[in-house]
């Protein structure tokens, strides 16, 4: 069979009615998305999603998400494996870019594709790296408790200071989506950090892992572990942080995947070193 030519591509906004088909891509590709993670995306920004038909079959997806008038992050860049290699996945990498205007844009590559990525302007910030390991026995510790409703204002405003974007309808839905557990550190009335854990396809994945210095960190990571002790968990830390690459590794977890953080130019100054883990590779 003679496959489909680029001109037989029909690339258009996705729903979030096509999330599973996307989501279940990325499984096969290994990268465990989370079990709800669609509405927190779809939230941010509902027409950021893309998906490349022939003849009305999804073959190819991306999704090219705006924050606000500066800055949007490209992830999700996924073509089905048997029709790979005939044009389909820049025709709707080329389609989708278009949404992003002239914002900044950001993406997490994986290794095979960052010279490509090169070629389109994409320049290396720092790498990220997976850890995967079994979660260790922790108490829940002093000073961190559960996220509540009253908690949102201030987990957003910290959260852009970590950030090169706000994102506060992202958040809305991420601190409570369906099996995620978010939790808050205080130092007096002082916010010094917060962190969530929430089921993926394959491990549990915590993101964001954001904190003032390492013993918050710490702290952070021991309330969100509290109570799944041998569970298998995946957090994404940002190389250039050697206080979160430690804290990983003391866990006893260990590198299991790696991409990098690339961008087309400039973004908004924000507190990297308190990144100890990323969000979400497909969104920042």
Not at 18 to 28: F, K, Y
Not at 41 to 70: C, H, T, W
Not at 203 to 225: E, K, M, S, W, Y
């Amino acid at each position: 069979m003679t496959p489909a030519a680029p001109h037989d591509l029909l690339v258009t906004q996705a729903t979030l009615a096509d999330w599973p088909v996307i989501a279940g891509w990325a499984a096969a590709e290994g990268w465990n998305p989370g079990l709800s993670d669609g509405p927190a995306f779809f939230a941010q920004d509902p027409e950021g999603f893309f998906l490349g038909r022939i003849d009305g079959e999804p073959v190819s997806a991306i999704s090219v998400v705006n924050y606000g008038s500066e800055y949007a992050f490209l992830g999700c860049y996924l073509v089905r494996p048997d029709l790979r290699g005939h044009g389909h996945g820049l025709i709707t990498w080329k389609t989708a870019l278009a949404h992003a205007g002239d914002r900044t844009v950001g993406l997490d590559g994986v290794v095979a594709q960052q010279d490509n990525y090169r070629q389109s302007g994409f320049e290396l910030a720092y790498r990220t790296i997976r850890f995967t390991g079994t979660a260790p026995r922790a108490e829940m510790p002093v000073g961190v408790r559960p996220a509540g409703p009253d908690d949102l204002a201030a987990i957003t405003a910290y959260d852009s200071a970590c950030y090169p974007a706000d994102r506060p309808r992202f958040l809305g839905e991420w601190l409570t989506g369906p099996g995620h557990r978010a939790f808050v550190r205080h130092d007096g009335a002082r916010l010094t950090g917060y962190g969530v854990l929430r089921p993926g396809r394959d491990t549990l994945r915590i993101g964001p892992l954001f904190a003032d210095t390492a013993d918050d960190a710490r702290a952070l990571f021991a309330a969100v572990t509290a109570g799944i002790a041998g569970r298998e968990v995946a957090i994404d830390v940002p190389e250039p942080n050697a206080a979160g690459v430690a804290l990983a590794e003391a866990a006893g977890f260990r590198a299991s995947f790696e991409t990098a953080r690339m961008y087309t130019g400039p973004v908004r100054e924000h507190a990297r070193h308190r990144v100890f883990g990323v969000t979400t590779l497909e969104l920042g």
